[in-house]
């Protein structure tokens, strides 16, 4: 099974940036896409960013401009660089990422533990 651990998270002050890290590790073919959700207090999981192996990505609307996913495929590390955060971007992050165990297998789709966020003053 694969294992995805997450780093970065913290407190910052609104205009701050932080930097999010995943590295997926185990006994895995390859990682195909990888993507960063994050889950407010009472509110949905929603999708902030994603990037596939070609390098590809994709933004939520309320983070374009801001943040930066990017991604190591030969350290299967995904990173999400936030700037100009807001109190509304505090969250727990979650990565996730598409893998594949062996050759011709289908893609299986796993999260890490969560790290979070919180932008106050």
């Known amino acids: 099974q694969v294992q995805l651990v997450e780093s970065g998270g913290g407190l910052v002050q609104p205009g701050g940036s932080l930097r999010l890290s995943c590295a997926a590790s185990?006994?895995?073919?390859?990682?195909?896409?990888m993507a960063w959700y994050r889950q407010a207090p009472g509110k949905q999981r929603e999708l902030v960013a994603i990037i596939s192996s070609g390098g590809s990505t994709n933004y939520a609307d309320f983070v374009k401009g801001r943040f930066i996913i990017s991604r190591d495929n030969a350290k299967n590390t995904v990173w999400l660089q936030m700037n100009s955060l807001k109190p509304e971007d505090t969250a727990v992050y979650y990565c996730?990422?598409?893998?594949?165990?062996?050759?011709?297998?289908?893609?299986?789709?796993?999260w890490g533990q969560g790290t979070q966020v919180t932008v106050s003053s």
């Open positions: 996730n990422a598409g893998v594949q165990y062996s050759s011709g297998s289908g893609t299986q789709f796993s």
């Open positions: 185990g006994s895995i073919f390859s990682v195909n896409a």
